[in-house]
């Protein structure tokens, strides 16, 4: 695990549109330049050499690998090809385990952020077929072996989290990827013709890079669809795919993977047990890969199955003697951390986290997020974040991971991901019921009850989450392409999540286009004819929210983010692609449930039943409730008094890209009248000043 930083100096492309930042960066003259850095508080760095630029670059990420650092410059006479990493030590705590990588004869060199598994396996393997000589016993190393035998096909064959940066001398080939479901981040932009990656956008600000707002994202939310991100010319290499640059000229990028469902109409073959006992071992199996490091694992847990499971699974593997916590010689007991909110909320969680640790007889820590050290945080966890997110959850996760290392561990497992593949969302029931089942008829609904369930679920959805009700007019979206009629059910009620701020009128000259036609038509034609004919509309469902909210939001600003920001890796069973594989490929009647008795449906049916033997009944039965914070707070508080602090018409102003005159009454009337979507928008115009005040940020024009 780290976090890794490139530079390619490119041949001339001044006629590339992506090349936004043309600021002279005085690297082939040896003079030196000031790059403003905003971590917590101001300071400068002054910057000159690559190798400068690189340790600079590598500083503003230090909470990814505050272990070591290293880095790599090329010698050919060619000045601007670097790759740096900063190393959190989980696998070969040795110096045999530092960063970049190459292979025997210097053509190779490679830096991985992540965590890949199986890897014992494949050194094995790729020993026995090509005789290659590693020289430790780190995880990573197998990237460049496995690339030296397969090319760039080795993607393949990496099973776990990673991004990663390779270099290939011979070829003159730059390579860069990103795993399967986007767990780990890596973004790119291009400055004054220097490709520049890094796993955090802060990571460019010692190259020359000057953040600008990319407006037209903020305002179609194209950050949350797509690879753009908020700033300007900044975009994020996509889950499954890599981007390759031959000659220091033209990239591209390629897809290595895509999740695939069945066709709706093949009828299943298999018994339902079958299916059980499938994700039941496919699920431990992801579980026991991830328990493996030579440096303490925990668990994050919260009062859902999903987590719950993890851990009890855990606890069967310690138990039954089929993996040991701890490295070099010690014996770690299984520990679980969460977080708590006030009781009185309606979003506390820790007392059913304590009945399952209680239960499974492990340790369970938590870290208390009142309204003080949410508001004393806030700041904080937004830099690390580099993005919005729609309450204050992000904050509570932040100092979950800083309890988690302050305990002495370095990796957790979460259940991240299970929703998405299993059909936790109360939302996404709307896609199941848009069609009949035919692949189980036995487990599929009566026709006239799912057609009117279908009519009834389609309305404008009630408040199926606590404290997130959702307003009939966010969702007249009224005339539209037919590409809209596409987008999944759930996208439509899920659009009051990201209440939109009141944009200057300026802005209006950019163009504004409903979200959900940017989202399916940013899909490609191929995967759209098959949800039209041969994909069930819950598996279609899958598939977008896999490529935009997972990526995009969940796994960024509640899990990567917000745990590498105290140092601490984050692993995601659910997201292991033989599973995602195994899962993908079952009925959607064994994801969601029909029970003729009561009537009703049952969300991620058939991961309760895997997981039966390693939960509570308390757990088995209850339903989903997402992980969210509170979202009324009193006037004079402390939540009230940052929001009023950091949005005033100065710092709006400082933005440029929001309408004061309808701003200006928002703070003190949404603390007034308590309701829920107006303070979601406070706190979304609170990130934007934070971000723009750290980063730097230059005010929007037009």
């Given at each position: 695990?780290?976090?890794?930083?490139?530079?390619?100096?490119?041949?001339?492309?001044?006629?590339?549109?992506?090349?936004?930042?043309?600021?002279?960066?005085?690297?082939?003259?040896?003079?030196?330049?000031?790059?403003?850095?905003?971590?917590?508080?101001?300071?400068?760095?002054?910057?000159?050499?690559?190798?400068?630029?690189?340790?600079?670059?590598?500083?503003?990420?230090?909470?990814?690998?505050?272990?070591?650092?290293?880095?790599?410059?090329?010698?050919?006479?060619?000045?601007?090809?670097?790759?740096?990493?900063?190393?959190?030590?989980?696998?070969?705590?040795?110096?045999?385990?530092?960063?970049?990588?190459?292979?025997?004869?210097?053509?190779?060199?490679?830096?991985?952020?992540?965590?890949?598994?199986?890897?014992?396996?494949?050194?094995?393997?790729?020993?026995?077929?090509?005789?290659?000589?590693?020289?430790?016993?780190?995880?990573?190393?197998?990237?460049?072996?496995?690339?030296?035998?397969?090319?760039?096909?080795?993607?393949?064959?990496?099973?776990?989290?990673?991004?990663?940066?390779?270099?290939?001398?011979?070829?003159?080939?730059?390579?860069?990827?990103?795993?399967?479901?986007?767990?780990?981040?890596?973004?790119?932009?291009?400055?004054?013709?220097?490709?520049?990656?890094?796993?955090?956008?802060?990571?460019?600000?010692?190259?020359?890079?000057?953040?600008?707002?990319?407006?037209?994202?903020?305002?179609?939310?194209?950050w949350l669809t797509e690879e753009r991100t908020?700033?300007?010319?900044?975009?994020?290499?996509?889950?499954?795919?890599?981007?390759?640059?031959?000659?220091?000229?033209?990239?591209?990028?390629?897809?290595?993977?895509?999740?695939?469902?069945?066709?709706?109409?093949?009828?299943?073959?298999?018994?339902?047990?079958?299916?059980?006992?499938?994700?039941?071992?496919?699920?431990?199996?992801?579980?026991?890969?991830?328990?493996?490091?030579?440096?303490?694992?925990?668990?994050h847990l919260s009062g859902g199955i999903d987590?719950?499971?993890?851990?009890?699974?855990?606890?069967?593997?310690?138990?039954?003697?089929?993996?040991?916590?701890?490295?070099?010689?010690?014996?770690?007991?299984?520990?679980?951390?969460?977080?708590?909110?006030?009781?009185?909320?309606?979003?506390?969680?820790?007392?059913?986290?304590?009945?399952?640790?209680?239960?499974?007889?492990?340790?369970?820590?938590?870290?208390?997020?009142?309204?003080?050290?949410?508001?004393?945080?806030?700041?904080?966890?937004?830099?690390?974040?580099?993005?919005?997110?729609?309450?204050?959850?992000?904050?509570?996760?932040?100092?979950?991971?800083?309890?988690?290392?302050?305990?002495?561990?370095?990796?957790?497992?979460?259940?991240?991901?299970?929703?998405?593949?299993?059909?936790?969302?109360?939302?996404?029931?709307?896609?199941?019921?848009?069609?009949?089942?035919?692949?189980?008829?036995?487990?599929?609904?009566?026709?006239?009850?799912?057609?009117?369930?279908?009519?009834?679920?389609?309305?404008?959805?009630?408040?199926?989450?606590?404290?997130?009700?959702?307003?009939?007019?966010?969702?007249?979206?009224?005339?539209?392409?037919?590409?809209?009629?596409?987008?999944?059910?759930?996208?439509?009620?899920?659009?009051?999540?990201?209440?939109?701020?009141?944009?200057?009128?300026?802005?209006?000259?950019?163009?504004?286009?409903?979200?959900?036609?940017?989202?399916?038509?940013?899909?490609?034609?191929?995967?759209?004819?098959?949800?039209?004919?041969?994909?069930?509309?819950?598996?279609?469902?899958?598939?977008?929210?896999?490529?935009?909210?997972?990526?995009?939001?969940?796994?960024?600003?509640?899990?990567?983010?917000?745990?590498?920001?105290?140092?601490?890796?984050?692993?995601?069973?659910?997201?292991?692609?033989?599973?995602?594989?195994?899962?993908?490929?079952?009925?959607?009647?064994?994801?969601?449930?029909?029970?003729?008795?009561?009537?009703?449906?049952?969300?991620?049916?058939?991961?309760?039943?895997?997981?039966?033997?390693?939960?509570?009944?308390?757990?088995?039965?209850?339903?989903?409730?997402?992980?969210?914070?509170?979202?009324?707070?009193?006037?004079?508080?402390?939540?009230?008094?940052?929001?009023?602090?950091?949005?005033?018409?100065?710092?709006?102003?400082?933005?440029?890209?929001?309408?004061?005159?309808?701003?200006?009454?928002?703070?003190?009337?949404?603390?007034?009248?308590?309701?829920?979507?107006?303070?979601?928008?406070?706190?979304?115009?609170?990130?934007?000043?934070?971000?723009?005040?750290?980063?730097?940020?230059?005010?929007?024009?037009?």
């Amino acid at each position: 695990m780290c976090g890794i930083t490139a530079h390619l100096a490119l041949t001339n492309r001044h006629d590339n549109p992506q090349s936004v930042n043309h600021q002279p960066s005085n690297l082939h003259d040896g003079r030196t330049g000031d790059t403003e850095m905003r971590n917590g508080q101001p300071s400068k760095h002054v910057v000159g050499s690559l190798r400068d630029q690189v340790d600079h670059s590598l500083d503003t990420i230090r909470h990814r690998g505050p272990d070591s650092h290293g880095c790599w410059i090329s010698d050919d006479g060619r000045v601007g090809k670097a790759l740096g990493s900063c190393r959190l030590q989980i696998n070969d705590l040795t110096p045999s385990g530092n960063q970049p990588f190459e292979n025997a004869d210097g053509t190779i060199h490679v830096v991985v952020n992540g965590e890949l598994y199986d890897y014992q396996q494949i050194r094995e393997d790729i020993a026995h077929k090509t005789g290659y000589s590693f020289k430790g016993t780190s995880d990573c190393e197998i990237v460049v072996a496995l690339y030296e035998y397969y090319g760039v096909a080795c993607l393949s064959h990496l099973r776990g989290e990673f991004s990663l940066c390779l270099y290939d001398s011979k070829k003159q080939m730059f390579l860069a990827s990103r795993d399967r479901s986007g767990v780990k981040p890596l973004f790119w932009t291009v400055v004054d013709n220097r490709l520049l990656i890094a796993s955090e956008a802060k990571a460019f600000l010692p190259y020359g890079w000057k953040p600008q707002w990319d407006v037209e994202s903020l305002m179609n939310r194209d950050w949350l669809t797509e690879e753009r991100t908020i700033f300007k010319g900044v975009r994020k290499v996509r889950p499954g795919h890599c981007m390759i640059c031959l000659g220091f000229d033209q990239f591209k990028e390629r897809q290595y993977w895509d999740h695939t469902y069945p066709d709706k109409n093949r009828v299943e073959p298999r018994s339902v047990q079958e299916m059980v006992e499938g994700v039941r071992s496919k699920l431990l199996e992801a579980v026991r890969v991830r328990l493996q490091a030579d440096v303490p694992v925990g668990i994050h847990l919260s009062g859902g199955i999903d987590s719950s499971v993890i851990a009890g699974m855990a606890k069967h593997l310690l138990d039954t003697n089929q993996i040991q916590l701890g490295g070099q010689g010690t014996i770690q007991k299984l520990q679980c951390l969460g977080v708590a909110f006030d009781k009185g909320s309606g979003f506390d969680e820790s007392d059913l986290a304590q009945r399952t640790s209680d239960w499974l007889g492990v340790d369970f820590q938590m870290v208390e997020m009142n309204e003080s050290k949410l508001a004393a945080n806030f700041e904080d966890a937004v830099w690390y974040d580099e993005q919005t997110h729609i309450d204050l959850a992000f904050v509570g996760k932040h100092m979950l991971s800083k309890l988690t290392r302050d305990t002495g561990l370095k990796t957790v497992l979460s259940g991240q991901g299970s929703d998405e593949i299993f059909g936790g969302y109360p939302l996404i029931q709307a896609d199941y019921l848009r069609e009949q089942d035919h692949s189980l008829p036995i487990a599929a609904p009566p026709e006239q009850w799912r057609a009117d369930a279908e009519k009834n679920v389609a309305e404008p959805a009630p408040a199926a989450w606590a404290g997130m009700p959702f307003d009939a007019d966010y969702l007249d979206i009224g005339r539209a392409p037919y590409s809209m009629n596409e987008a999944p059910n759930w996208f439509k009620p899920l659009r009051i999540l990201f209440s939109p701020v009141d944009f200057a009128p300026w802005t209006q000259s950019l163009g504004q286009r409903p979200t959900a036609v940017t989202l399916m038509e940013d899909i490609s034609e191929s995967v759209r004819q098959l949800m039209r004919h041969m994909w069930h509309p819950l598996h279609s469902a899958f598939y977008v929210w896999h490529k935009t909210v997972l990526p995009n939001m969940l796994l960024t600003t509640l899990s990567d983010r917000t745990e590498m920001s105290h140092s601490v890796e984050g692993r995601v069973p659910f997201l292991d692609h033989p599973l995602m594989e195994y899962v993908n490929h079952l009925p959607p009647s064994v994801k969601i449930r029909y029970d003729p008795t009561s009537g009703t449906l049952t969300e991620k049916w058939i991961l309760r039943e895997a997981s039966k033997p390693f939960i509570t009944q308390e757990i088995y039965e209850r339903k989903k409730h997402p992980y969210t914070a509170p979202v009324k707070y009193p006037i004079g508080g402390p939540i009230h008094q940052l929001m009023t602090r950091l949005i005033t018409k100065e710092t709006i102003d400082e933005l440029g890209f929001i309408d004061w005159s309808k701003t200006q009454d928002l703070v003190q009337k949404s603390f007034e009248e308590q309701e829920p979507n107006l303070l979601r928008k406070v706190f979304t115009l609170a990130q934007y000043v934070v971000l723009g005040q750290r980063f730097g940020v230059k005010t929007a024009r037009p």
